[in-house]
């Protein structure tokens, strides 16, 4: 059903849909619309979930961690200082294996404190084994949901849905938002093989010594590595159901390009106005939209990337004292593949705005 | 006979890796025990942890989830709300008459539909992870209300990582991080008061005990079950490295730590104190407690050594009039100003 509808707003209802049992977050802007839509959606009887309030961030990551053991599906959302403070519970839900869906509504980290837009929160944890998505527009952030659950759910892999803050979350269009029964049909029960239950007492959380660590820890990078194809079917697979594309990777005016911009999120839609401008003032480029940040999607960037001659790299996060962490992940995507000349751009750092005018001007350099 | 005579009962069983002589261990089976097999345990890093899940072997005869170091009591509430959605939707009674998003729930999108009763939850921490780095999410815990038993197994000290001092940590005691030197008689610091603290946030049921009293850890822990909310249940277990002493005397340690006054046996209902283990007039003096164990041998040696044994001393003078506990004061002094 097509509504008008806050980015927050339409997590909320898209979340309702996927029917959690347990919802547990803590407010810090700009998640804070998301967190209490799902709160006013159970107030007024109509959700089912658990809502727990509580104190932390760390509390709510460890909350759902707990319910999605117990065989019950769940979500949480957060971003920036929130998502840092949850790091150590997020990378035990990755390696306990929970299907947990996150949403972080990316923003800066401090200090200084900023509120606003970028995307160094969640490159802070690309390590902690959660499959992370990117989203470039609201009905994009809305449709990545259910897919999120059931990619984490067949798979037993945490996945996070990004999107950034303020751009996708405050801002207002129109969202295609799917029937009950439409979701139902794309999104099975969740029913794992292993859960906390005491018909079948099962131990979770072990210590494991040094020969097993390694092992355990080498098969979920393998795990994750693999996940590519599963993701990809489970995209086509909404496609089928829902009409619309989810793809690891966007593109725009790439075949026979001299130039492509890389980008990750929102900036994509400004991007694309750039992208125009520049071919009518006779410029040969085209864009790239990165979708699927873990597992990266280094088959579908060479393929795109190979045969042009620069590739533009716009950074919303940096690793202090190297480079723009899209810029090293697309590098390693290339290396020994194909002769291309990489410029690495930092751009957009705490809300910084780009106009099309600053983008066109990276071109120049 | 019947062939069940010989069958281990225990719900966390033998071949852990536990020292001889653990007190936690020990008052860990006899609360599981006694919880029986309708329950899921909730583990925070430390001892327990280590010495019953080495992979990949379990000895846990119950649903068991470990997850880190300061969040069991969140891992709980969500254990818990996971099973209230889990029975709301068995019952099959949806909370909501909307009709615009929600059709009417099918039991069989459970995991487990047919459980019969909620299991109980209950949390097994260690006091690094009760006092100091879980502190925080145990309030919210208790903020909540949850429905949940937790369990403190008190052995006064990071022992897991080599004996440092922790919130609960005794003044005068030698532990690795308050060394014994020119400077120093160990700790400095006065133990938190978690017992006061758990009853100011309104758990429901509140105990004290020691591993020397497993009759008396399995009646509170049975009793504490009749009550809906957040309880809290902490027990003094002697620890053989960390304290210093021999496997045959955690035992007797741990009783000579509630007889002199030290380690006060309680049970506070929704901020009564309803029971105390009353001590002898002619109760042992603290010394008796300390000469066993290796973490006080330093005290004897010292002028400064003598004043925290005085301290020691006076503590459990204190704690015998605070709560009452010898044969003639009277009960029920304390406490009731946190009574809701």
Redesign the interface.
């Known amino acids: 059903m097509k509504k008008i509808l806050e980015g927050s707003q339409a997590i909320a209802e898209i979340i309702n849909l996927c029917r959690p049992g347990v919802v547990s977050a803590y407010p810090i802007t700009p998640q804070t619309h998301i967190v209490e839509d799902l709160a006013k959606l159970k107030a007024d009887g109509i959700a089912d979930y658990e809502f727990v309030r509580v104190e932390s961030e760390f509390a709510a990551a460890s909350v759902v961690l707990g319910a999605v053991a117990s065989g019950v599906r769940a979500y949480t959302a957060t971003t920036s200082q929130g998502l840092l403070l949850m790091t150590e519970v997020l990378y035990n839900i990755a390696g306990l294996e929970m299907p947990v869906v996150m949403t972080c509504a990316n923003r800066a980290v401090g200090a200084p404190i900023n509120i606003w837009n970028d995307q160094q929160d969640a490159m802070s944890v690309r390590d902690s084994g959660w499959i992370m998505l990117f989203a470039k527009t609201i009905q994009e952030a809305v449709d990545m949901h259910p897919l999120a659950y059931k990619v984490a759910e067949s798979l037993s892999i945490p996945v996070m849905v990004n999107m950034d803050g303020f751009y996708l979350t405050h801002t207002t269009e129109e969202v295609n938002i799917p029937e009950q029964k439409a979701i139902d049909r794309y999104l099975p029960k969740f029913r794992p093989e292993n859960y906390l239950g005491v018909e079948n007492p099962k131990t979770f959380g072990y210590l494991a010594m040094p020969k097993e660590y390694q092992e355990i820890r080498l098969a979920l990078h393998e795990k994750i590595k693999n996940s590519r194809t599963s993701i990809v079917k489970a995209m086509k697979d909404f496609k089928n159901h829902f009409g619309r594309t989810l793809e690891p990777i966007s593109t725009y005016k790439t075949s026979d390009v001299n130039i492509v911009y890389v980008v990750m999120g929102s900036m994509y839609g400004t991007l694309k106005v750039a992208v125009d401008e520049l071919r009518s003032e006779g410029k040969s480029v085209g864009l790239v939209g990165i979708n699927m940040f873990r597992p990266f999607p280094d088959r579908e960037i060479l393929s795109v990337l190979q045969g042009t001659k620069k590739v533009i790299v716009v950074n919303r996060a940096v690793s202090l004292g190297t480079e723009g962490i899209l810029t090293t992940e697309i590098k390693k995507a290339l290396y020994g593949k194909c002769k291309v000349e990489i410029q690495d751009e930092i751009v957009g750092l705490g809300g910084k705005d780009m106009k099309v005018g600053d983008l066109k001007e990276l071109i120049k350099k | 006979m019947s062939k069940n005579k010989y069958k281990n009962q225990n719900l966390l069983l033998p071949g852990h890796t536990a020292c001889s002589g653990c007190g936690q261990n020990l008052a860990a089976r006899h609360v599981i025990n006694t919880l029986g ?4 345990v ?2 925070a890093t430390g001892c327990l ?2 010495t019953t ?4 072997e ?1 000895a ?9 170091f ?2 069991p ?14 029975s ?2 068995t019952n099959n009674k ?5 009709k ?4 009417k ?2 039991p ?5 539909p ?2 019969p009763t909620n ?1 109980n939850v209950v949390v097994f921490a260690g006091d690094g992870s009760t006092f100091d780095i879980g502190f ?2 145990l ?2 815990m208790f ?2 209300g949850d429905d949940v038993l937790y369990v403190c197994f008190d052995n006064e000290g990071y022992q897991n990582t080599g004996a440092q001092a922790s919130g609960a940590s005794t003044i005068g005691s030698k532990t690795t991080t308050t060394p014994v030197g020119k400077n120093s008689i160990g700790s400095d610091l006065m133990k938190k008061n978690m017992v006061a603290f758990a009853v100011s946030q309104g758990a429901r049921y509140v105990a004290t005990s020691t591993i020397a009293y497993p009759k008396d850890i399995e009646n509170k822990v049975k009793e504490s079950m009749k009550y809906k909310g957040p309880k809290y249940i902490q027990i003094l277990v002697p620890c053989i490295p960390g304290w210093g002493t021999e496997p045959k005397d955690t035992v007797h340690i741990a009783r000579l730590a509630a007889t002199t006054g030290l380690y006060p046996i309680l049970e506070i209902v929704d901020g009564d104190v309803t029971k105390v283990l009353k001590v002898s007039a002619q109760r042992p003096k603290i010394e008796e407690y300390l000469k066993l164990q290796g973490r006080y041998k330093h005290l004897f040696k010292t002028k400064e050594g003598a004043e925290a044994i005085k301290k020691l001393q006076k503590i459990c003078d204190a704690n015998i009039e605070v709560y009452g506990l010898c044969p003639t004061c009277e009960e029920h002094q304390i406490l009731m100003q946190y009574k809701k």
Not at chain 2, 37 to 40: C, F, K, R
């Open positions: 097999p309708n329950t899921i909730v583990n942890e280590v899940t080495k992979y990949s379990s846990w005869g119950v649903p068991y989830i470990h997850s880190l300061e969040n009591a969140a891992v709980a509430t969500g254990v818990l709300a996971a099973f209230k959605y889990k709301q939707i949806p909370q909501t008459n909307s615009s998003q929600i059709q729930i099918n069989t999108n459970l995991a487990n047919t459980t299991p925080g999410l309030a919210g903020e909540r």
